[in-house]
């Protein structure tokens, strides 16, 4: 009996010093956020021949909008990505005003719906850029 006692006592052990484990690495994980150093983005914004593009998804509005407008303000052309027209018709209004110096694309597709074809035909429109960043909202 006192066999399976101490059996039982040395699983709860394990139990606990596997909880403890996962718990700091769970803290360690979300710290490190704020820990680990940061990589400029002049390295993706320069590219010899031509300026860098960024191609962001969702870019109408809400977060997309934002890192459209957060890489602008950091020397980059953009290519906003959506499926309504108008809203992308302002968002590019609003980043070229904001940001004289960024040059805006429209890319209007509904990645939803859209059949292969106008992918590749949408895609064709953006060959000639050297895109540099990947931004999926």
Aim: negative net charge.
């Amino acid at each position: 009996m006192m066999d399976s006692a101490v059996g039982w006592c040395r699983a709860l052990e394990a139990i606990g010093a596997i909880a403890v484990l996962y718990t700091c690495y769970k803290c360690i994980d979300a710290v490190s956020l704020w820990l680990l150093p940061t990589l400029p983005m002049t390295r993706y914004s320069r590219r010899p021949g031509g300026q860098a593009w960024a191609l962001v998804t969702g870019a109408s509005a809400g977060i997309g909008f934002g890192c459209a407008q957060e890489l602008a303000a950091r020397g980059f052309n953009v290519v906003i990505l959506g499926h309504k027209a108008g809203e992308l018709a302002e968002a590019k209004r609003i980043i070229e005003a904001e940001y004289p110096a960024a040059e805006v694309r429209v890319l209007l597709l509904n990645v939803i719906t859209a059949t292969t074809a106008e992918i590749e035909a949408a895609l064709e429109t953006i060959s000639d850029l050297q895109l540099t960043v990947l931004v999926n909202v």
